[in-house]
């Protein structure tokens, strides 16, 4: 058998859990947080040309 396999005939790929807890979450939270400071800037911009 190959290291990550199972079954009878070792063709079963035995994939982490984690992998599927943990696949986002890197990529997720930087586009959040991207997006977040990015409306927030525009926000106080528009705020200071209005006002």
Known sequence: CHPGYHG?????????VEN??????????LAVVAVVLSSVCL?????????
Do not use: A, K, N, Q
């Not at 009878?8 to 982490?16: A, D, Q, T, V, Y």
């Open 20 to 29: 599927h807890l943990y696949t986002y979450d890197h990529t997720t939270i």
């Open 43 to 51: 926000l106080v911009i528009v705020g200071l040309l209005m006002f």
């Open 8 to 16: 009878e005939r070792c063709h079963g790929l035995s994939l982490p």
